[in-house]
T-cell receptor, first 114, second 112 residues
Framework: GAGVSQSPSNKVTEKGKDVELRCDPI?????LYWYRQRLGQGLEFLIY????????KSGLPSDRFSAERTGESVSTLTIQRTQQEDSAVYLC????????????FGQGTRLTVV | KNQVEQSPQSLIILEGKNCTLQ??????????LRWYKQDTGRGPVSLTI?????NTKSNGRYTATLDADTKQSSLHITASQLSDSASYIC???????????FGGGTRVLVKP
């Protein structure tokens, strides 16, 4: 596709369940970012992948959160044993990875933990 | 800790008027500064990207300025339209891995 695609667009899950969110970046983009945005709040950095380098996981809020990326393609963000405070919009972005290149965002996955 | 601070948090302006949003950052080292527009329920969309050597850049009715010495940027919206109602986010990129640090955003509401 032409843009960053995220799925599902909405997810309602019960507290304690695991969820997996998917991001398909723009083809050829080596850099991929995950962010979390709580209602009415700014974007919080979660994790950053750049090519084959070790990912920057400094933003992951707890060990319940993990993310994987295979090569320069799809990424999945997994949240284990979800809590109500995990309710947020999870945004994925990708870029060509070079300095000063634009990052393009997906529409996000709205996660609601009940 | 938030290394990108934006002000005001929100503002209301009348259609046709101008407004200026502020961004102060402490991110260092710094490679570029971006302004994004985020409509409700949508992902952010890039408006401008400026490197440390640029001090102004325009995109239609949006004009961004950058003072890399004082680590301040502004986004000026000229002749506002109802469609300008959105959150405007200042983002600073670090050269190390091109990591993006987001400000909390300024929520703009344009009223007729």
């Amino acid at each position: 596709g032409a843009g960053v695609s995220q799925s599902p667009s909405n997810k309602v899950t019960e507290k304690g369940k695991d969820v997996e969110l998917r991001c398909d970046p723009i083809s050829g983009h080596t850099a991929l970012y995950w962010y979390r945005q709580r209602l009415g709040q700014g974007l919080e950095f979660l994790i950053y992948f750049q090519g084959n380098s070790a990912p920057d996981k400094s933003g992951l809020p707890s060990d319940r959160f993990s993310a994987e990326r295979t090569g320069e393609s799809v990424s999945t963000l997994t949240i284990q044993r979800t809590q109500q405070e995990d309710s947020a919009v999870y945004l994925c972005a990708s870029s060509k990875g070079q300095l000063n290149t634009e990052a393009f965002f997906g529409q996000g996955t709205r996660l609601t933990v009940v | 800790k938030n290394q990108v601070e934006q002000s005001p948090q929100s503002l209301i302006i009348l259609e046709g008027k101008n407004c200026t949003l502020q961004c102060n950052y402490t991110v260092s080292p710094f490679s570029n500064l971006r302004w994004y527009k985020q409509d409700t329920g949508r992902g952010p969309v890039s408006l401008t990207i400026m490197t440390f050597s640029e001090n102004t850049k325009s995109n239609g009715r949006y004009t961004a300025t950058l003072d890399a010495d004082t680590k301040q940027s502004s986004l000026h919206i000229t002749a506002s339209q109802l469609s300008d109602s959105a959150s405007y986010i200042c983002v600073v990129a670090s050269p190390a891995g091109n990591k993006l640090t987001f400000g909390g955003g300024t929520r703009v509401l344009v009223k007729p």
